[in-house]
Structure formats: C-alpha cells, structure tokens
C-alpha cells in the first residue's frame, strides 16, 4: 500500500499502519502491527501456582532465589504438596513457573 507509514513512540519505532484518524484526544491507526508484538503472561495452572507459592515463600523466608529453585531437585526439604506438583509439570510449565518467578522478584527487589 502506497499509503503505508511508521509509527514512532517517544523516537522509537513501534511498528507500521496504513490509515491515521484524529480527534481532540485520540489517534486511531488502521492496520497497526507492531513491530514487537507482546506475548500475552501464560496463566499459571494449579500445580504451577502451588510451585510458584512456594518458591516465593522460600525467598521471603530469607532463602536466596537461586537456592529456592535448586530445593526442587533435592526433594528431602520439599513438602509434599509441592513435589507432587512439581512432578506434574512438563518443561514449558517448568519454565513458564521460572519466568512468572523471576518477573515476582524483579518486581520486589
């Protein structure tokens, strides 16, 4: 399309459309697709959740993160409850329960 254009948000680039409209408050862009589009947060199923809480405890309890996550694979300190769950979860729940971890303690630092 010959009318195509890019769009620019506080001077980086955010992505392309081809139709702009404005009013007083508003800009509408038809055709937008941004140039990173954002994956939507998977949400936590429940045997991610149960290992999700208790890693967070464990930090809060004074244990440092990386300890916390180690804990999983010696299972004699972990309750029961959470193994079970940690045993349920297949590699992408496993990494999916890391990145929600790490995004929780960036956010509490």
């Known amino acids: 399309m010959g009318n195509d254009f890019k769009v620019y948000i506080n001077g980086e680039f955010d992505g392309e459309g081809y139709k702009l409209s404005m009013t007083d408050s508003e800009v509408h862009i038809d055709g937008y697709e941004p140039a990173n589009p954002i994956e939507p947060k998977p949400i936590l199923n429940e045997n991610q959740q149960v ?3 208790w890693l967070k405890s464990q930090v ?3 244990y440092p993160c990386f300890d916390a996550v180690q804990s999983l694979r ?5 309750p029961g409850k959470v ?3 940690y045993m349920m979860l297949n590699e992408k729940e496993k990494r999916q329960v890391l990145a929600a971890f790490a995004e929780w303690g960036m956010k509490s630092e």
């Open 51 to 53: 290992v999700f809480e």
């Open 60 to 62: 809060e309890a004074g």
């Open 74 to 78: 010696g299972f004699n300190s972990v």
């Open 83 to 85: 193994l079970n769950a």
